[in-house]
């Protein structure tokens, strides 16, 4: 088994993450849909920016979290940091239609409203059906 290839598999499958954020020792969680950049190896995700995970990422820029699998268990899961992104949405819109064919049309209409932030993680766990966690430097 090649634990990048399965990395690399559930990343593009798998729509959503549980995204966590911490600020003054309280935990806050939310679904968020994401895209795995293969080429430069970040975690692109689009939200308002007066949201308030937002603003929980600009007093606390470390995040954990876990993609959510659609039917058998397997899972990605980390640690990183989250940040705005210094690409446009125009420069990331190729990876987004890949795994979201259309997105692009609805980032259209709210493009004025929104921006592109980034996790960047070091190594990640990959846990597959069978329950083994594998550790991967990404």
Do not use: W
Request: hydrophobic residues 40%; proline residues 4%; charged residues 35%.
């Amino acid at each position: 088994m090649d634990v990048r290839q399965e990395f690399l598999r559930i990343m593009d499958t798998q729509k959503l993450m549980a995204l966590a954020t911490s600020v003054d020792g309280q935990p806050d969680v939310r679904m968020i849909g994401f895209v795995y950049d293969k080429v430069n190896k970040v975690i692109y995700f689009v939200t308002y920016p007066k949201s308030a995970k937002v603003e929980q990422i600009r007093q606390n820029d470390k995040v954990a979290f876990t993609t959510l699998p659609a039917e058998r268990i397997e899972c990605v899961r980390g640690e990183g940091v989250a940040r705005p992104s210094s690409r446009t949405l125009e420069e990331v819109a190729p990876v987004l239609e890949e795994k979201r064919p259309g997105y692009m049309e609805h980032i259209k209409r709210v493009r004025d409203r929104v921006a592109l932030f980034e996790i960047v993680v070091d190594e990640v766990r990959v846990v597959l059906s069978d329950k083994k966690d594998h550790l991967l430097r990404v």
